[in-house]
């Protein structure tokens, strides 16, 4: 199993912030989900991968290669996309056609052009300039330009914040397709957890800098689940598989990760969990 | 004349003429408990014993059933693992997956075998801890009613 | 680097347009008045100042200086792509504006108009390429945002001297006709080079740390 993004022991220091000791796999064919809360560290880390902030220690391969010494040869192969579209609004599809082809060895001009139609743009690229779209074409465009040069590796950064979910769910349809080549992986941050849970193969929480979580999605939940009980019938509760808890006021709310094998007693629910029920019980803890 | 050449060619490369892929009926629920992987090949199985999946038929590849049902890859890949290794399917390395060769009622049997083997654990168990035979047989009556 | 330099083209766009259509203007104002080629090369450079600038604040405005990072380039190209359009941007103009100068000249039959032309033109792409080499590390080094009043002030110093003192910039160079001129002018010329390339490579350096 070969994997697109290796990154071992990743850290970097800020004034107010660290990324301490991030490790992860990207593997080939799969879509990593990214999640935790707004300055966790997310965007960080992709920057590290990409070599827009330079880290501090550790190592980070893409698709085997060194990200920092054989930086410009790697990115050749990755496609990137993020929250804010990165060309002028007075440019053209055309021009950054023209642009982006003299850069990327595999650009494909007509499988660019191409997806803007299937995205519904040809109308747009043909009159006007990027001013004229909305943001969720302006989405869709950036998508294409990173898909155009046919990558192996597609990391998007809150790219589908803002985004009504009918083109969530269009852009969606493209990453499947796109895994649909097993050479293929996505790593894509967001803190839209429904799309995670649709999308990611596997899930990636980052919390203060380090890395609470990673496991299969599906393993996840189908694993975790929320278990409901008054004050007294908690205390019967074997912890041994909690893996966070609060007190809501009327009644205990804890994050279990036998669900399958649990057997609940009597004054007891378990429920599924979902991405944001296991993001936010993690963190408050046991 | 032409028509036989065909079929003769097709029969010296095994080349399948009339698969269609096969027609299976996924539905995926939320409100069941199970993993996703358990449902699939829950009802992949209970479809190849019912006989709306014949042997020899394709099934699609585990990235393009992902891919359809907007799943993981690792969940389609785990319940084909799964329909394998429990004798349902069988994976050809470069063409497929498709329905054993073995026919229904053989399947049936096997099945029926197996959850034998899971009875007489739990019979051993009843009978080592002095839970009588009515006690259990109310436990799977509830079993029954409460998986999905 | 063609397609960053065609990105700098294609960003520059406007400020492009409305450069040309200045030019002209000035160019014909000059005509009219006998604020002369001086007047012209001076307006000029300032306005080439001003694109270069905004050439640093617009890819920042808009994400595009992080996500050129992205890009399967070096560091050291993206720096050098913004130089090479600014200097292919300065001999252009200056190109066409002693074209055009020439030709007025020509027209008026304007006597001696050669050597002044080319020696004004000549200070216009020297004092140009100084200045830029000053000012480009320092927007790479702050950014531009932070950068620009400052350079706004170090940029105008020269400009407003030859503007003010161009009478005796003139007389200077009168001055200096009897002189080796062209040899100083060489001289001058390729320090102004030496000057343009160094900071590439110094505003390269500064890059390669910098981090959004």
Redesign the interface.
Known sequence: MTNNIEIKGLCKQYPNFKLDNVSFNVPAGSIVGFVGENGAGKTTTIKAILDVARRDAGTITLMGRDNITDGPAARQDVGVVFDEISFHDWLRAPQIDKILGNIYKNWDSAYFFQMLGRFGLSEKVRKGTLKTFSRGMKMKLSLAAALAHHPKLLVLDEATSGLDPVVRDEILDIFLEFIGDEGNSILFSSHITSDIEKAADYLVFIHQGRIVLNAEKDLLLANYGMLRCDRATWETVDKAHVKGMRDTGYGIEALIDNRQDFRPAENMVVDKATVDDIMLLTIKGV | MHTVYILYIAYIYDIRLFDSEALMNILISNSD?????EQITAQVKSQILGGQLASGDALPSI??L??DL??????TKRAYEDLERDGFIETIPGKGSFVASKNPEFLREERLRVAEGHLAKAVDVAKTSGITQDELAELLALLYQSEG | MKGLLLKEFYSAGAYLKNFAIMLVIIIFFSVFTELGTTYVSMMMMMYLLVISISQYSIDEKSTWAPFSLCLPVKRVTIVGARYLFLLLLLVATMAFTFGLTAIVALVRGTEGWLPENLGILGVGTMLFLIVNSIIAPIVYKLGAEKARYAIMIVAMIPVLGAVLFSKQLTALLERFSGLNIPLLAAVAGVVAVAMYIGSMFLSARIYETREY
């Open positions: 408990g199970r993993p996703i992987y990235r393009a992902a891919r907007r799943i993981s890859v690792i969940t």
